[in-house]
């Protein structure tokens, strides 16, 4: 069975930085595009980030782009978020994605 295990999410002030892993097993982790999303209670599921399985192809939601880098490494099954100058609207829990599959997600929060 897919699982997914996400960690790294904290407490920072704005403008910090975290970096989430995510560690899969279950599958083939190397031959499926990857994905980061994220929710707050009672809200709808935002998409973050993709990454192709080869680890060149990444797109990015326009609210993050050039503050959080998407990455992979097959040989160890991980999937990363290196977030970036926080903001208090990047609060969130966050999950990766392979196709319906998520894991238990990571809590950010981004406080002063």
């Known amino acids: 069975a897919v699982q997914l295990v996400e960690s790294g999410g904290g407490l920072v002030q704005p403008g910090g930085s975290l970096r989430l892993s995510c560690v899969a097993s279950g599958f083939t982790f190397g031959v499926y595009s990857m994905k980061w999303v994220r929710q707050a209670p009672g809200k709808g599921v935002e998409w973050v980030s993709s990454i192709g399985p080869g680890g060149i192809i990444k797109t990015y939601h326009a609210s993050v782009k050039g503050r959080f880098t998407i990455s992979r490494d097959n040989a160890e099954n991980t999937l990363y978020l290196q977030l970036n100058s926080l903001k208090t609207e990047d609060t969130d829990t966050y999950y990766c994605?392979?196709?319906?599959?998520r894991g238990q997600g990571t809590q950010v929060t981004v406080s002063s």
């Open positions: 994605q392979e196709d319906d599959s």
